[in-house]
């Protein structure tokens, strides 16, 4: 299977714990992107990597959340201090470069994230 | 920021009827993507609409996409219960990231 994955698909976790998510997009994708997504609510962008640079961060997320994506192919997303208020679905999903207009996304099966 | 809503929120439908879901813009879009996302699942690519009053059509799914580019529909004909599952539209901003609308739910029940 070529397509996105993330991992773990499931996490529960106390509040005031660490946690750090993985994505490893399709491997001609240089553009890859982390949205939350919480119950009947569309995905949100929390932020956007084209290869290696990090070019736009959503202005909600707090300090406590950053992504790397080191070589430019698997992307982490960590989540420090984690609050209740973070449970929710962590999607990753990824893109070719197509002339500047933005194509369609792969999104992968997501992460459920449960802060207790 | 730009906001993108949907109507319905939720619709449930016999099998056979057919089912309309409607997007709008607060702003401006270069383009429109739909996605379709099974109860459980995730987000799947359906289609991208990027001319003024495009339409564009899968089978018995017709996608259009307003003169202004600030609005779009997808209707379905004759449902089925294999099309079950949330639609959303996403219109792209700033570096390409998406801005998915609040969603439409459909049920359909055989």
């Known amino acids: 299977d070529t397509g996105v994955s993330q991992n773990p698909r499931h996490k529960i976790t106390k509040r005031g714990q660490n946690v750090t998510f993985r994505c490893d997009p399709i491997?001609?994708?240089?553009?890859l992107y982390w949205y939350r997504q919480t119950l009947g609510q569309g995905p949100e962008f929390l932020t956007y990597?084209?290869?290696?640079?990090?070019?736009?961060k959503s202005r909600l997320l707090s300090d406590r959340f950053s992504a790397e994506r080191p070589k430019g192919s698997f992307s982490t997303l960590e989540i420090q201090r984690t609050e209740q208020g973070d449970s929710a679905m962590y999607l990753c999903?990824?893109?070719?470069?197509?002339?500047?207009?933005?194509?369609?996304?792969?999104f992968g099966p997501g992460t459920r994230l449960t802060v207790l | 920021g730009q906001q993108v809503m949907q109507i319905p929120q939720y619709q449930h439908v016999q099998e056979g009827e057919d089912f309309t879901t409607y997007c709008n813009s607060s702003t401006t879009l270069s383009n429109i993507q739909w996605y379709k996302q099974r109860p459980g699942g995730h987000p799947v690519f359906l289609i991208q609409?990027?001319?003024?009053?495009e339409v564009k059509k899968q089978k018995r799914l017709t996608f259009q996409f307003g003169e202004a580019k600030k609005n779009s529909s997808l209707h379905i004909t004759a449902t089925q219960t294999t099309d079950v599952g949330t639609y959303f539209c996403a219109g792209p901003t700033g570096f390409q990231k998406l801005v998915f609308g609040t969603g439409t739910r459909l049920l359909v029940s055989p």
């Open positions: 609409l990027v001319k003024s009053g």
């Open positions: 990597f084209q290869n290696e640079a990090q070019l736009e």
């Open positions: 491997s001609e994708h240089n553009r």
């Open positions: 999903a990824s893109s070719r470069t197509s002339g500047g207009i933005a194509g369609e996304q792969f």
